[in-house]
Protein backbone atom coordinates (compact mmCIF):
# COMPACT_ATOMS: atom_id res chain seq x y z
CA UNK A 1 0.00 0.00 0.00
CA UNK A 2 1.39 3.21 -1.21
CA UNK A 3 -0.47 5.55 0.88
CA UNK A 4 -1.76 4.56 4.34
CA UNK A 5 -5.89 4.36 4.73
CA UNK A 6 -6.44 7.09 7.29
CA UNK A 7 -9.96 6.80 9.07
CA UNK A 8 -12.52 9.59 8.89
CA UNK A 9 -11.91 12.09 11.98
CA UNK A 10 -15.65 13.35 11.92
CA UNK A 11 -18.57 11.26 10.93
CA UNK A 12 -21.89 12.62 9.46
CA UNK A 13 -24.92 11.06 10.86
CA UNK A 14 -28.19 11.32 8.72
CA UNK A 15 -31.56 10.10 10.19
CA UNK A 16 -33.23 8.84 6.98
CA UNK A 17 -36.24 9.62 8.42
CA UNK A 18 -36.13 13.10 8.72
CA UNK A 19 -34.04 13.86 5.56
CA UNK A 20 -36.41 14.90 2.86
CA UNK A 21 -33.63 14.78 0.07
CA UNK A 22 -33.71 18.01 -0.57
CA UNK A 23 -30.07 18.31 -1.24
CA UNK A 24 -29.83 21.72 0.43
CA UNK A 25 -26.45 20.21 1.94
CA UNK A 26 -24.98 19.01 -1.28
CA UNK A 27 -25.19 22.38 -2.29
CA UNK A 28 -23.94 24.39 1.07
CA UNK A 29 -20.78 21.89 0.92
CA UNK A 30 -17.72 23.22 -0.88
CA UNK A 31 -15.80 20.11 0.51
CA UNK A 32 -18.13 17.40 -1.54
CA UNK A 33 -19.21 15.82 1.52
CA UNK A 34 -23.01 14.82 0.73
CA UNK A 35 -23.71 13.60 -2.92
CA UNK A 36 -27.33 12.24 -4.20
CA UNK A 37 -27.18 8.91 -5.40
CA UNK A 38 -30.22 8.54 -8.09
CA UNK A 39 -30.10 4.88 -8.13
CA UNK A 40 -31.43 4.62 -4.17
CA UNK A 41 -32.70 7.96 -4.58
CA UNK A 42 -31.04 8.80 -1.21
CA UNK A 43 -27.87 11.31 -0.15
CA UNK A 44 -24.94 9.88 0.65
CA UNK A 45 -21.47 11.12 2.75
CA UNK A 46 -18.02 10.97 2.45
CA UNK A 47 -16.69 11.59 5.46
CA UNK A 48 -12.99 11.88 4.74
CA UNK A 49 -13.80 15.24 3.16
CA UNK A 50 -15.46 16.59 6.24
CA UNK A 51 -13.97 19.36 8.44
CA UNK A 52 -16.74 19.71 10.58
CA UNK A 53 -17.66 23.25 9.96
CA UNK A 54 -21.20 22.80 10.57
CA UNK A 55 -22.51 24.34 7.25
CA UNK A 56 -24.69 21.53 6.71
CA UNK A 57 -25.86 20.62 10.33
CA UNK A 58 -27.30 24.76 10.30
CA UNK A 59 -28.75 24.80 6.95
CA UNK A 60 -30.40 21.09 7.11
CA UNK A 61 -34.33 22.44 6.89
CA UNK A 62 -35.16 19.48 8.98
CA UNK A 63 -32.40 18.78 11.32
CA UNK A 64 -31.78 15.87 10.14
CA UNK A 65 -27.79 16.08 9.92
CA UNK A 66 -25.70 15.39 12.97
CA UNK A 67 -21.32 15.71 12.49
CA UNK A 68 -19.83 13.56 15.29
CA UNK A 69 -15.80 12.63 15.97
CA UNK A 70 -15.88 8.99 14.17
CA UNK A 71 -16.25 6.30 16.79
CA UNK A 72 -13.48 4.78 14.80
CA UNK A 73 -10.29 4.07 17.42
CA UNK A 74 -6.79 3.30 17.20
CA UNK A 75 -5.72 0.91 20.40
CA UNK A 76 -5.83 3.05 23.35
CA UNK A 77 -2.81 4.63 24.40
CA UNK A 78 -2.39 7.81 26.45
CA UNK A 79 0.58 8.53 24.60
CA UNK A 80 0.00 8.23 21.13
CA UNK A 81 -3.89 9.33 20.37
CA UNK A 82 -5.58 8.91 16.90
CA UNK A 83 -4.35 12.49 15.91
CA UNK A 84 -0.55 11.89 16.58
CA UNK A 85 -1.05 8.58 14.65
CA UNK A 86 -2.91 9.58 11.74
CA UNK A 87 -0.28 12.71 11.38
CA UNK A 88 2.63 10.95 11.26
CA UNK A 89 0.86 8.48 8.45
CA UNK A 90 0.22 11.47 6.65
CA UNK A 91 3.80 12.74 6.71
CA UNK A 92 4.66 9.53 5.42
CA UNK A 93 2.49 9.42 2.77
CA UNK A 94 3.35 12.84 1.64
CA UNK A 95 6.75 13.92 2.95
CA UNK A 96 5.34 17.13 3.86
CA UNK A 97 5.13 19.71 6.22
CA UNK A 98 1.60 19.80 8.47
CA UNK A 99 -0.45 22.73 7.92
CA UNK A 100 -3.24 23.93 9.94
CA UNK A 101 -5.16 27.14 10.40
CA UNK A 102 -6.83 28.84 13.29
CA UNK A 103 -5.29 29.03 16.67
CA UNK A 104 -3.58 26.31 19.22
CA UNK A 105 -5.90 23.90 20.16
CA UNK A 106 -4.15 21.95 22.53
CA UNK A 107 -5.22 21.66 26.14
CA UNK A 108 -2.77 24.11 27.66
CA UNK A 109 -3.30 26.19 30.85
CA UNK A 110 -5.41 29.26 29.67
CA UNK A 111 -4.54 31.60 32.83
CA UNK A 112 -7.45 33.79 31.79
CA UNK A 113 -9.10 31.80 33.70
CA UNK A 114 -7.22 31.18 36.50
CA UNK A 115 -7.57 34.92 37.29
CA UNK A 116 -10.72 36.50 38.78
CA UNK A 117 -12.01 39.52 39.34
CA UNK A 118 -12.35 41.79 42.16
CA UNK A 119 -15.59 43.49 43.49
CA UNK A 120 -16.34 46.06 45.79
CA UNK A 121 -18.38 45.28 49.20
CA UNK A 122 -19.68 48.13 51.65
CA UNK A 123 -16.52 49.81 51.99
CA UNK A 124 -15.83 51.16 48.94
CA UNK A 125 -18.68 51.67 46.59
CA UNK A 126 -19.39 50.16 43.24
CA UNK A 127 -20.50 52.38 40.66
CA UNK A 128 -23.61 51.97 38.67
CA UNK A 129 -22.79 52.08 34.73
CA UNK A 130 -26.47 52.59 34.06
CA UNK A 131 -26.54 55.41 35.96
CA UNK A 132 -23.13 56.74 36.13
CA UNK A 133 -20.45 57.47 33.52
CA UNK A 134 -18.31 54.82 32.70
CA UNK A 135 -15.51 56.12 30.49
CA UNK A 136 -14.11 53.10 27.87
CA UNK A 137 -12.64 55.58 25.67
CA UNK A 138 -8.78 55.69 24.72
CA UNK A 139 -6.38 56.92 23.41
CA UNK A 140 -3.19 54.61 22.03
CA UNK A 141 0.17 56.24 21.40
CA UNK A 142 2.89 57.93 23.66
CA UNK A 143 1.98 59.98 26.38
CA UNK A 144 3.54 63.11 27.41
CA UNK A 145 5.40 63.19 30.58
CA UNK A 146 6.44 66.69 31.07
CA UNK A 147 4.65 70.44 30.36
CA UNK A 148 6.90 72.72 28.54
CA UNK A 149 5.95 76.43 28.04
CA UNK A 150 7.11 78.25 25.13
CA UNK A 151 9.07 81.68 24.99
CA UNK A 152 5.35 83.76 26.02
CA UNK A 153 4.54 81.12 28.00
CA UNK A 154 2.06 79.27 26.25
CA UNK A 155 1.95 75.27 26.94
CA UNK A 156 3.66 73.42 23.68
CA UNK A 157 1.99 70.90 22.54
CA UNK A 158 4.21 67.94 23.15
CA UNK A 159 1.79 65.27 21.81
CA UNK A 160 3.01 62.30 19.52
CA UNK A 161 0.15 61.44 17.23
CA UNK A 162 -2.86 58.99 18.90
CA UNK A 163 -5.18 56.67 18.26
CA UNK A 164 -8.19 57.35 19.71
CA UNK A 165 -10.73 54.73 20.70
CA UNK A 166 -14.77 53.96 22.15
CA UNK A 167 -13.51 50.77 23.62
CA UNK A 168 -10.35 49.20 24.23
CA UNK A 169 -10.99 46.61 21.41
CA UNK A 170 -9.51 46.57 17.89
CA UNK A 171 -9.54 43.94 15.07
CA UNK A 172 -6.61 42.07 14.58
CA UNK A 173 -4.57 42.15 11.50
CA UNK A 174 -6.04 39.39 8.74
CA UNK A 175 -5.01 40.07 5.23
CA UNK A 176 -7.47 40.28 2.43
CA UNK A 177 -6.36 37.41 0.43
CA UNK A 178 -6.19 35.04 3.83
CA UNK A 179 -9.75 36.22 4.15
CA UNK A 180 -12.32 37.26 1.82
CA UNK A 181 -13.48 41.18 0.38
CA UNK A 182 -16.85 40.97 2.11
CA UNK A 183 -14.91 39.78 5.29
CA UNK A 184 -13.23 42.62 5.03
CA UNK A 185 -15.89 45.02 4.42
CA UNK A 186 -17.76 44.06 7.60
CA UNK A 187 -14.81 44.37 9.32
CA UNK A 188 -14.00 48.36 8.26
CA UNK A 189 -17.44 49.06 8.58
CA UNK A 190 -17.79 47.72 12.22
CA UNK A 191 -14.73 49.67 12.93
CA UNK A 192 -16.17 52.65 11.52
CA UNK A 193 -19.67 52.27 13.30
CA UNK A 194 -17.91 51.11 17.05
CA UNK A 195 -15.07 53.98 16.99
CA UNK A 196 -12.27 51.28 16.49
CA UNK A 197 -9.86 50.36 13.93
CA UNK A 198 -9.09 47.11 11.54
CA UNK A 199 -6.10 45.77 9.91
CA UNK A 200 -5.14 45.39 6.67
CA UNK A 201 -2.52 42.37 8.00
CA UNK A 202 -0.06 42.10 5.23
CA UNK A 203 -2.50 41.73 2.04
CA UNK A 204 -2.36 45.82 0.96
CA UNK A 205 -5.30 47.78 1.37
CA UNK A 206 -7.83 47.40 -1.06
CA UNK A 207 -8.60 50.46 -3.46
CA UNK A 208 -12.44 50.13 -1.90
CA UNK A 209 -11.78 50.46 1.40
CA UNK A 210 -9.68 53.82 1.54
CA UNK A 211 -12.91 55.24 2.67
CA UNK A 212 -12.83 53.77 6.11
CA UNK A 213 -9.12 55.17 6.55
CA UNK A 214 -9.69 57.07 9.68
CA UNK A 215 -10.43 53.00 11.58
CA UNK A 216 -7.83 51.35 9.65
CA UNK A 217 -4.35 50.10 10.42
CA UNK A 218 -1.95 48.98 7.68
CA UNK A 219 0.72 46.37 7.76
CA UNK A 220 3.63 46.69 6.53
CA UNK A 221 5.30 43.15 7.10
CA UNK A 222 8.28 41.38 5.54
CA UNK A 223 7.18 41.17 2.12
CA UNK A 224 5.79 44.69 1.68
CA UNK A 225 2.64 43.22 0.47
CA UNK A 226 0.99 46.36 -1.75
CA UNK A 227 3.07 49.23 0.29
CA UNK A 228 3.07 52.26 -1.38
CA UNK A 229 3.19 56.00 -0.45
CA UNK A 230 -0.59 56.05 -0.87
CA UNK A 231 -1.37 53.17 1.55
CA UNK A 232 0.68 54.50 4.28
CA UNK A 233 -0.96 57.83 3.90
CA UNK A 234 -4.73 55.75 3.85
CA UNK A 235 -4.66 54.59 7.12
CA UNK A 236 -5.11 56.15 10.93
CA UNK A 237 -2.01 54.25 11.95
CA UNK A 238 0.80 51.93 10.58
CA UNK A 239 2.29 48.46 11.70
CA UNK A 240 5.31 46.97 11.26
CA UNK A 241 4.81 43.20 11.95
CA UNK A 242 7.94 41.68 13.10
CA UNK A 243 6.06 38.38 14.55
CA UNK A 244 2.54 36.35 14.34
CA UNK A 245 1.88 34.79 17.72
CA UNK A 246 0.21 31.58 16.24
CA UNK A 247 3.65 31.31 14.05
CA UNK A 248 6.47 33.03 15.70
CA UNK A 249 9.83 32.84 13.50
CA UNK A 250 8.59 32.12 9.98
CA UNK A 251 6.64 34.25 7.75
CA UNK A 252 3.48 33.74 6.12
CA UNK A 253 2.53 31.87 3.32
CA UNK A 254 -0.87 32.57 0.75
CA UNK A 255 -1.13 29.80 -1.45
CA UNK A 256 -1.24 30.67 -5.41
CA UNK A 257 -5.02 29.51 -5.45
CA UNK A 258 -6.15 32.13 -3.47
CA UNK A 259 -4.46 35.24 -5.11
CA UNK A 260 -7.21 36.16 -7.76
CA UNK A 261 -7.36 38.55 -10.12
CA UNK A 262 -8.28 41.35 -7.43
CA UNK A 263 -6.01 40.01 -4.40
CA UNK A 264 -2.92 40.11 -6.91
CA UNK A 265 -4.16 43.90 -7.35
CA UNK A 266 -4.42 44.73 -3.48
CA UNK A 267 -1.33 43.31 -3.20
CA UNK A 268 1.18 44.25 -6.07
CA UNK A 269 2.06 40.35 -6.47
CA UNK A 270 1.44 37.86 -9.50
CA UNK A 271 -1.58 36.21 -10.00
CA UNK A 272 -1.67 32.59 -8.60
CA UNK A 273 1.40 31.97 -7.22
CA UNK A 274 2.12 31.82 -3.99
CA UNK A 275 2.64 34.86 -1.83
CA UNK A 276 5.67 33.73 0.46
CA UNK A 277 7.02 36.55 2.98
CA UNK A 278 10.13 35.65 4.28
CA UNK A 279 10.75 35.06 7.89
CA UNK A 280 12.96 38.18 8.92
CA UNK A 281 12.80 41.44 7.91
CA UNK A 282 15.54 41.43 4.78
CA UNK A 283 16.82 44.95 6.40
CA UNK A 284 16.03 44.53 10.25
CA UNK A 285 18.93 42.39 12.24
CA UNK A 286 18.89 45.01 15.83
CA UNK A 287 17.00 47.38 17.45
CA UNK A 288 18.91 50.57 15.43
CA UNK A 289 17.86 49.00 12.22
CA UNK A 290 14.12 48.51 13.44
CA UNK A 291 14.40 52.38 14.45
CA UNK A 292 15.24 53.11 11.16
CA UNK A 293 11.82 51.88 9.69
CA UNK A 294 10.09 53.20 12.18
CA UNK A 295 11.75 56.69 11.59
CA UNK A 296 11.38 55.96 7.90
CA UNK A 297 7.31 55.38 7.78
CA UNK A 298 6.92 58.30 10.45
CA UNK A 299 8.93 60.39 7.95
CA UNK A 300 6.79 59.16 4.84
CA UNK A 301 4.09 60.25 6.54
CA UNK A 302 5.04 63.39 8.08
CA UNK A 303 5.05 62.12 11.50
CA UNK A 304 1.54 62.33 11.77
CA UNK A 305 0.62 58.51 12.03
CA UNK A 306 1.36 56.32 15.11
CA UNK A 307 3.74 53.66 14.51
CA UNK A 308 2.64 49.88 16.09
CA UNK A 309 5.57 47.70 16.11
CA UNK A 310 3.64 43.76 16.43
CA UNK A 311 6.12 41.21 17.85
CA UNK A 312 4.92 37.47 18.93
CA UNK A 313 5.05 36.39 22.52
CA UNK A 314 8.45 34.66 22.78
CA UNK A 315 10.29 34.09 25.51
CA UNK A 316 12.48 37.31 25.83
CA UNK A 317 9.18 39.48 25.21
CA UNK A 318 10.23 41.78 27.49
CA UNK A 319 13.69 42.74 26.69
CA UNK A 320 12.41 42.88 23.20
CA UNK A 321 9.50 45.06 24.15
CA UNK A 322 11.85 47.41 25.92
CA UNK A 323 13.86 47.79 22.70
CA UNK A 324 10.92 48.72 20.60
CA UNK A 325 9.66 51.39 23.10
CA UNK A 326 13.16 52.52 22.46
CA UNK A 327 13.26 52.37 18.95
CA UNK A 328 10.41 55.23 18.49
CA UNK A 329 7.42 53.23 17.70
CA UNK A 330 4.39 54.28 19.64
CA UNK A 331 2.49 51.19 20.08
CA UNK A 332 3.57 47.25 20.80
CA UNK A 333 1.04 44.73 19.64
CA UNK A 334 1.89 41.28 21.63
CA UNK A 335 0.62 38.30 20.20
CA UNK A 336 0.27 35.20 22.05
CA UNK A 337 0.88 31.83 21.29
CA UNK A 338 -2.77 30.97 20.78
CA UNK A 339 -3.75 33.35 18.38
CA UNK A 340 -5.24 32.63 15.10
CA UNK A 341 -3.55 32.22 11.08
CA UNK A 342 -5.01 31.57 8.09
CA UNK A 343 -2.04 29.09 7.84
CA UNK A 344 0.51 28.02 10.09
CA UNK A 345 2.46 25.08 10.27
CA UNK A 346 1.32 22.82 12.96
CA UNK A 347 4.39 22.22 14.80
CA UNK A 348 4.82 25.61 14.77
CA UNK A 349 1.39 26.67 15.81
CA UNK A 350 1.10 24.33 18.80
CA UNK A 351 4.54 24.31 20.06
CA UNK A 352 6.26 27.98 19.41
CA UNK A 353 5.92 30.93 21.79
CA UNK A 354 4.46 31.60 25.23
CA UNK A 355 1.21 32.65 26.27
CA UNK A 356 -0.19 36.12 26.24
CA UNK A 357 -0.64 36.56 30.30
CA UNK A 358 2.56 35.76 31.02
CA UNK A 359 4.19 37.93 28.28
CA UNK A 360 1.61 41.08 28.94
CA UNK A 361 2.95 40.82 32.85
CA UNK A 362 6.22 40.77 32.30
CA UNK A 363 6.37 43.19 29.49
CA UNK A 364 4.37 45.85 31.64
CA UNK A 365 6.44 45.38 34.20
CA UNK A 366 10.26 45.46 32.71
CA UNK A 367 8.71 48.79 30.89
CA UNK A 368 7.54 50.14 34.34
CA UNK A 369 10.79 49.08 36.04
CA UNK A 370 12.52 50.95 33.10
CA UNK A 371 10.61 53.82 33.85
CA UNK A 372 9.54 54.32 29.94
CA UNK A 373 5.81 52.63 30.30
CA UNK A 374 4.51 56.05 28.99
CA UNK A 375 6.31 55.62 26.29
CA UNK A 376 4.38 53.22 24.29
CA UNK A 377 0.81 51.90 24.37
CA UNK A 378 0.15 48.11 24.97
CA UNK A 379 -2.51 45.71 22.65
CA UNK A 380 -2.44 42.40 23.80
CA UNK A 381 -4.54 39.90 21.29
CA UNK A 382 -3.85 35.79 21.01
CA UNK A 383 -7.42 34.36 21.78
CA UNK A 384 -8.75 36.95 23.32
CA UNK A 385 -12.51 35.16 23.86
CA UNK A 386 -14.67 37.49 25.46
CA UNK A 387 -14.91 40.64 27.70
CA UNK A 388 -13.50 39.41 30.79
CA UNK A 389 -10.32 38.21 29.16
CA UNK A 390 -10.19 41.83 27.89
CA UNK A 391 -11.04 43.14 31.55
CA UNK A 392 -8.11 41.29 32.63
CA UNK A 393 -5.48 42.13 30.42
CA UNK A 394 -5.75 45.63 31.15
CA UNK A 395 -5.61 44.52 35.04
CA UNK A 396 -2.63 42.64 33.80
CA UNK A 397 -1.22 45.96 31.48
CA UNK A 398 -2.48 46.20 28.05
CA UNK A 399 -4.06 49.41 26.77
CA UNK A 400 -6.89 47.43 24.71
CA UNK A 401 -6.91 44.58 23.16
CA UNK A 402 -7.11 42.97 19.48
CA UNK A 403 -9.70 40.26 18.94
CA UNK A 404 -9.69 38.14 15.80
CA UNK A 405 -10.92 34.56 16.02
CA UNK A 406 -13.80 36.25 18.00
CA UNK A 407 -14.37 38.73 15.34
CA UNK A 408 -14.50 35.90 12.56
CA UNK A 409 -16.78 33.67 14.97
CA UNK A 410 -18.77 36.85 15.10
CA UNK A 411 -19.03 36.16 11.17
CA UNK A 412 -20.28 32.81 11.06
CA UNK A 413 -16.91 30.90 11.43
CA UNK A 414 -17.01 27.48 13.12
CA UNK A 415 -13.24 26.99 13.96
CA UNK A 416 -13.34 23.91 11.29
CA UNK A 417 -9.70 25.48 11.45
CA UNK A 418 -9.42 24.68 7.27
CA UNK A 419 -9.05 28.38 6.31
CA UNK A 420 -5.59 26.93 3.96
CA UNK A 421 -8.11 25.03 1.86
CA UNK A 422 -9.22 28.17 0.86
CA UNK A 423 -12.57 26.67 1.23
CA UNK A 424 -14.63 28.42 3.50
CA UNK A 425 -18.30 27.13 3.51
CA UNK A 426 -18.97 30.30 5.67
CA UNK A 427 -17.57 33.22 2.83
CA UNK A 428 -14.78 34.15 5.54
CA UNK A 429 -11.47 32.45 4.37
CA UNK A 430 -12.15 32.10 0.92
CA UNK A 431 -11.91 33.91 -2.55
CA UNK A 432 -14.36 31.82 -4.74
CA UNK A 433 -16.72 34.01 -5.75
CA UNK A 434 -19.86 31.81 -4.87
CA UNK A 435 -18.44 31.06 -1.40
CA UNK A 436 -17.40 34.79 -0.61
CA UNK A 437 -21.28 35.71 -1.11
CA UNK A 438 -22.28 33.89 1.49
CA UNK A 439 -21.17 36.24 4.06
CA UNK A 440 -23.73 39.18 3.03
CA UNK A 441 -21.63 42.27 4.54
CA UNK A 442 -24.93 44.09 5.61
CA UNK A 443 -25.49 41.49 8.35
CA UNK A 444 -22.29 40.72 9.27
CA UNK A 445 -20.94 44.22 10.12
CA UNK A 446 -23.96 44.30 12.54
CA UNK A 447 -22.77 41.05 14.03
CA UNK A 448 -19.38 42.73 14.61
CA UNK A 449 -20.83 45.73 15.98
CA UNK A 450 -23.65 43.45 17.86
CA UNK A 451 -20.28 41.60 19.67
CA UNK A 452 -18.32 44.82 20.70
CA UNK A 453 -21.14 46.77 22.19
CA UNK A 454 -21.86 43.82 23.96
CA UNK A 455 -18.69 43.24 25.27
CA UNK A 456 -18.40 47.31 26.20
CA UNK A 457 -21.24 46.82 28.29
CA UNK A 458 -20.16 43.84 30.45
CA UNK A 459 -16.52 45.74 30.57
CA UNK A 460 -18.24 48.59 32.21
CA UNK A 461 -20.47 46.39 34.54
CA UNK A 462 -17.14 45.02 35.61
CA UNK A 463 -15.32 47.96 36.14
CA UNK A 464 -18.43 49.36 37.89
CA UNK A 465 -18.61 46.42 40.26
CA UNK A 466 -14.89 47.32 41.10
CA UNK A 467 -15.26 50.73 41.72
CA UNK A 468 -13.34 51.72 39.20
CA UNK A 469 -15.02 54.46 36.15
CA UNK A 470 -12.61 54.21 33.85
CA UNK A 471 -10.27 52.04 31.37
CA UNK A 472 -7.32 54.45 32.32
CA UNK A 473 -7.69 53.43 35.71
CA UNK A 474 -8.10 49.70 35.61
CA UNK A 475 -4.88 49.77 33.29
CA UNK A 476 -2.08 47.75 35.44
CA UNK A 477 -4.30 47.53 38.51
CA UNK A 478 -3.20 44.17 39.18
CA UNK A 479 -4.82 44.32 42.29
CA UNK A 480 -8.52 44.06 40.78
CA UNK A 481 -7.14 40.13 39.99
CA UNK A 482 -6.43 37.44 42.42
CA UNK A 483 -5.21 34.04 40.66
CA UNK A 484 -6.82 30.64 41.57
CA UNK A 485 -5.09 27.16 40.50
CA UNK A 486 -1.73 28.73 40.12
CA UNK A 487 1.81 27.87 41.41
CA UNK A 488 3.54 30.67 43.41
CA UNK A 489 6.15 30.81 40.24
CA UNK A 490 3.44 31.65 37.92
CA UNK A 491 1.75 34.21 40.34
CA UNK A 492 5.32 35.82 40.48
CA UNK A 493 5.72 36.30 36.77
CA UNK A 494 1.68 37.76 36.66
CA UNK A 495 2.48 39.95 39.25
CA UNK A 496 -0.77 38.60 41.15
CA UNK A 497 -1.44 37.43 44.16
CA UNK A 498 -3.40 34.30 45.69
CA UNK A 499 -7.32 34.51 45.73
CA UNK A 500 -8.42 35.03 49.67
CA UNK A 501 -5.02 37.31 49.91
CA UNK A 502 -5.61 40.68 51.04
CA UNK A 503 -4.94 43.75 49.45
S1 LIG B 1 -30.09 19.28 3.85
FE1 LIG B 1 -30.98 17.87 5.34
S2 LIG B 1 -32.95 17.30 4.46
FE2 LIG B 1 -31.77 18.21 2.79
S3 LIG B 1 -30.73 16.46 1.82
FE3 LIG B 1 -29.30 17.24 3.33
S4 LIG B 1 -29.71 16.03 5.18
FE4 LIG B 1 -31.49 15.75 3.80
S1 LIG C 1 -12.84 30.96 8.78
FE1 LIG C 1 -13.98 29.37 7.66
S2 LIG C 1 -12.41 27.82 7.13
FE2 LIG C 1 -11.53 29.13 8.74
S3 LIG C 1 -12.00 28.07 10.67
FE3 LIG C 1 -13.66 29.53 10.31
S4 LIG C 1 -15.25 28.36 9.23
FE4 LIG C 1 -13.36 27.17 9.09
Known amino acids: MDKMYISPEYEVIRDRDRCTVCRICERQCANGVHAYNAETGRMTADNSRCVDC ?110 PLEVPILFSAMSYGSISYNAHACLARAAEALGTYYNTGEGGLHKDFYKYSK ?126 TGAAPTRIRDNVGIPIELALAQVDQRLRDEGIREEVSL ?11 VVKAIALGADACYIGTAALLALGCHLCRSCHTGLCNWGIATQRPELVERLDPEVGYKRLVNLVTAWKHEIQEMMGGMGINSIEALRGNRLMLRGVGMTDRELELLGVRYAGENM
Request: glycine share 10%.
Open 215 to 340: NTIVQVASGRFGVFQGYLEGAAAIEIKMGQGAKPGIGGHLPGMKITEDVSETRMIPRGTDAISPAPHHDIYSIEDLRQLVCSLKEATDYKKPVIVKVAAVHNAAAIASGIARSGADIIAIDGYRGG
Open 54 to 163: HRCVCYCPTHALKIVRSQDTYPENANWDSRTINEVYKQADSGGVLLSSMGNPKPQPIFWDRLLVNASQVTNPSIDPLREPMETRLWLGKRSTKIERDAGGKIRDLLAPQL
Open 379 to 389: IVGGSIRSSAD
